[in-house]
Structure formats: C-alpha cells, structure tokens
C-alpha cells in the first residue's frame, strides 16, 4: 500500500520560516512527478511547488523566490523549504506524487495519483 505521510507543519509568526517533509512508502518515486498543494479554508486545493521530470521545478507565482522545493530519492522523500512565510500562505499543505515521471497539467490536481493526509501551516501576523 502506497502512503505518503507529511511532517514539519505548525504555527509561524510572519516572516519565519518552515520546513515540510513528505516521506513515501509502499513504492519508490524517484523518477516520478511531485508536487505540494495548499488548501485555505474556503477556498480551492491549489499548486505551490513541483518537480516534473525533464521539465523541471515549477513554482506558483505566489511562492516564487521564497519556496523551494526538493527531493531526497535515495530517503524515498521530498520537502518544501517556505521561507519570507506570510499569514496568505497559512492553509493545509500536500504532498503528491504521480505514477507518471513528466505531467503536462502538472499544475492540476487531477494529475497526481497519490496524496498526503495533509499538514497544517499556520501564519501569524
């Protein structure tokens, strides 16, 4: 069984700083497509940060310069980096990965294959 599990949200003042983990089980996805979402209350699941194979990193324009996200293939895991964190980027975070190495939509939910439970990143202003 394939689950991916987050790890390393919590409370922030605005300005801080947070590191989000996301470690796979049940399957390797070294080569695979993944992503981060964030979801705020009310609104809709949308893209932050992806790795999508020879394409590369792409990052929503909200987070661009101040998110990084990265791969750790021989832990099976990936992270988001969220530095410069303001109280808009307070929302529940995902992890995603694909059984695909390079999505087209790769900004799209529906691409993605395997999700996270979820972990929450609060910022306070």
């Known amino acids: 069984q394939v689950q991916l599990v987050e790890s390393g949200g919590g409370l922030v003042q605005a300005g801080g700083s947070l590191r989000l983990s996301c470690a796979a089980s049940?399957?390797?996805?070294?080569?695979?497509?993944v992503a981060w979402f964030r979801q705020a209350p009310g609104k809709e699941r949308e893209f932050v940060a992806g790795?999508?194979?020879?394409?590369?990193?792409r990052y929503a324009d909200s987070v661009k310069g101040r998110f990084t996200i990265s791969r750790d293939n021989a832990k099976n895991s990936m992270y988001l980096q969220m530095n410069s964190l303001n109280a808009e980027d307070t929302a529940v975070y995902f992890c995603a990965a694909a059984v695909w190495g390079y999505l087209r939509d790769y900004d799209r939910r529906y691409g993605y294959d395997y999700w996270g439970q979820g972990t929450q990143v609060t910022v306070s202003s």
């Open positions: 790795i999508n194979g020879s394409a590369g990193v």
């Open positions: 049940g399957r390797t996805f070294s080569g695979n497509a």
